[in-house]
């Protein structure tokens, strides 16, 4: 257990510097890169990519998911590329530390609520929260523990689902480390591209229950 | 016999029943929604694409519990090693 706890790196005017920081500097870099390269030589593949991304988008939301794609389109490069950094040796996974999680599940919190403004205006955004309007003193308050019990479940869904394919792969380690550990290590692969979809698709669910019309 | 063997002993216990009992319902229920998701791909192939979509959101929902499940249980594992 204690090697998959974050790792102090450096210390850098006395904030410790986990490993956790250091591979996302990395994961940054790589990916910068690889967009760099990809549009050069490949154009046609990243105007796939980012077609797929929207056209799923605009499946779920039934709306142009033109205003959102930023910001899901970033959150789902960057959970697919962390959980799948883990197989490159020095590099370990960023989001088997719960503060990275954890951050990526309030972008999404105060997402939902930049986007809900921005369509309809504080009231209208709070009037959507307490969805009837009879019993308004009871639901806004109902949503807002529902939204932060969401918010919750985000981060550890995807923390939980990583972290536990990476104690897999080190209890395999310790007891036959030479063939076995790969396809523990292909299973979580696969859980951790899965996840990233997951996220990026609840991610959107939310924005869309706060930006619908729903009369 | 003293406290910590005794520790050790309801931990381990409490750890396999927790996750059998989670496992096993998990198992069912899950089993049950692909079931309920295939007999519609059947009768409706159109919108064979939208129940995939809806599929797998529920069932990432759904595995959320067992995935508390293994944090508690590790988190309690962890704090018997020290």
Known sequence: ?215 | MESQTLLTIVVIITSGIGIMASTVTLAIVEGRAVLKALEGMVRQPEVANRLFTSLIVGMALLETSAIYTILVISLLLGLLGG
């Open chain 1, 1 to 215: 257990m204690d090697r998959v706890a974050p790792q102090v790196v450096f210390q850098f005017l006395g904030i410790s510097v986990t490993d956790t920081v250091v591979s996302t500097w990395i994961m940054m870099l790589i990916i910068i890169g690889g967009i760099v390269i990809v549009r050069r030589f490949f154009p046609s593949l990243l105007e796939k990519l980012i077609t797929f991304l929207s056209d799923t988008i605009s499946d779920v939301m039934e709306r142009p998911a033109e205003p959102y794609l930023p910001y899901l389109g970033s959150l789902i490069v960057f959970i697919l590329v962390a959980n799948v950094i883990g197989v490159v040796p020095i590099i370990t996974t960023p989001t088997k530390d719960l503060n990275t999680t954890a951050a990526l599940a309030i972008t999404v919190f105060f997402a939902v609520h930049v986007f809900g403004i921005r369509k309809k205006g504080v009231w209208g955004h709070i009037k959507t929260m307490a969805a009837p309007l009879g019993l308004f003193f009871l639901m806004l308050p109902l949503d807002i523990v529902g939204q932060l019990s969401r918010t919750l479940a985000l981060a550890l869904r995807l923390f939980g689902n990583i972290i536990s394919s990476e104690l897999i792969v080190d209890v395999v380690y310790e007891v036959a480390p030479i063939v076995v550990p790969l396809p523990m290590i292909a299973l979580g692969l696969f859980t951790g591209v899965l996840q990233a979809y997951i996220f990026t698709i609840l991610a959107t669910v939310f924005i869309n229950l706060a930006v619908r019309e729903n009369e």
